[in-house]
């Protein structure tokens, strides 16, 4: 007779459940995880909570609300996630899922958004700010203004700064941050003899003392309700009035000395005359950067040529390398060269290189008074600085920058080509040419086709190549904006944003960089819906 016993049956003649392994609460744990791995959990929500609650003050205070709100739903969010023994598809899915919306989705919305705006040089402050700053700007002290002598004082000797002030009837005031006010109010005096060395919680400074915070006591102002007092020595102040002021009423400005009036206008307080005033603010101007590059005769002619010399930049780089790679590969793919694995190895090497190291390399040495290139040629050929010779220059750098990888991809897909196919077009006559071109080439195109069109929108993009070689130059004469003979659109969008001579234009650089994601994103499209095809070919 057997040893093993029959499971005990229940009532219902159904064996019972196996237990879950070490029962109880510890087998929950166990279930959940290691004790360990339950307190790095646990830790690691700690430290999630704790830094969301260090960045709340500061995102509220910025009245950052969609960055408020986006960090409250991700810690929640990684909180009702992390703490739940299911969802565990989850928790692998929302890490990414946060990075993919805060440093890929909000940068193209972003940047779209400010497309929309007229965000630039001029135009960054809000409209509270901008009124802030033009009435400041405005204060200035008139020719009769009132005149104080002055004693510097700072609280506790070192701390805050004030300024005891008589005027020329001889009243005395206190200057402080928060206003003036006469001295009787101020706090109690002190004195020694008929000076005033003491006020309150503020202490005379000597010389030496008033010396050492030269440039505090130079920025310092006393606000007032027409303007503000500031030192003109450190004995002397004046009364400064503001020439500007701004009617909340009537959403206007008001030149006080000759009563002229601004009205907000696109941004700005703009007068009868079409006159504004500086700085702006920021509005949504709606499709005005669109429209600017194609209706504006000094961008649009500009624009279009360097969105043309984008495509053939594009189209040039690739058949350039694809041509070169194919041809070296060809050559080095015979089964008899000797050597064949040692010249391999040395046409590598320009990819082997830093591309931006290599680019800054071409610039020196395509120099025309230096380069060794001309010194080479006995020649002084303007390769940077003359607008055909620079499109060629970049041409020939990005060729030898690209045709490494071209070399490398073709010589695979030539080696994957079946030995059969090529002796079959032999055997029924076919030329060497004819066979490459009937047989070798369609097929080699079936693996490659799709990398060359994914080179072709990475060189739509190719911003270092650009950039180190030229600088986008030499530059197009009579463009409104800083355009370039050799500049693509993402170097003549980035000139546009950070190096204008007329100041920064984000709106109208980042409307640009929208045109940029529509077309990379349409190449992106095509190629696969070509690959599919190819695929289904194949």
Known sequence: MSTAQAPERDRGGTPPRSPRPGGGRLGGLAAGGSPAGLVLKLVLLAAVNGYALVLLPALIGARAWLGLAFLVAATLAIDWVYLSRKRI???????????????????VLYTGYIAFTNYGTGNILTKEQAVTRIETDSITVPPDATRYAVVPMAAGGDGELALLLTDEEGNVFLGAPDGLSPVEEAGEIRTEGEQIVGVGDYERLNLGQAQDRQQELQDFRVPTEDGEVRLQTFTTAARAEALRQYDPETDTLVDLASGEVYTPAGGFFVNEAGEALSPGWRVVVGPDNFLRAVTSPLIRGPFVRVFVWTYVFALGTVALTFGLGLGLAIALNHPDLAGKRIYRS?????????????????????????????????????????????????????????FPYMFLVTTGA??????????????????A????????????LVAVSPLLIASFAFNFNNFNTIYFVTQGGPPIVGARTPAGHSDILISYVYRIAFESGRGADYGFAAAISVLIFIMVAGISAFSFRYTRSLEELN
Do not use: C, H
Not at 89 to 106: D, E, I, S, V
Not at 359 to 369: F, H, K, P, T, Y
């Open 414 to 431: 030539l080696q994957a080509i079946p030995g059969e196919v090529k002796e079959a077009a032999a055997v029924d006559g076919a030329s």
């Open 346 to 402: 040395l046409l590598v090497v320009p990819y082997a290189l830093p591309s931006f190291l290599t680019a800054l390399i071409w610039a020196g040495m395509l120099n025309q008074q230096f380069g060794v290139v001309n010194r080479m040629l006995g020649a002084s050929i303007p390769w940077l600085v003359d607008p055909t010779m620079a499109k060629v220059s970049i041409l020939l750098v990005n060729m030898w920058l690209g």
């Open 89 to 107: 598809p989850l928790k692998y899915l929302l890490p990414g899922t946060l990075f993919l919306l805060a440093f890929q989705m909000y940068p």
């Open 433 to 444: 040419f004819a066979a490459f071109r009937r047989v070798t080439l369609p097929l080699l």
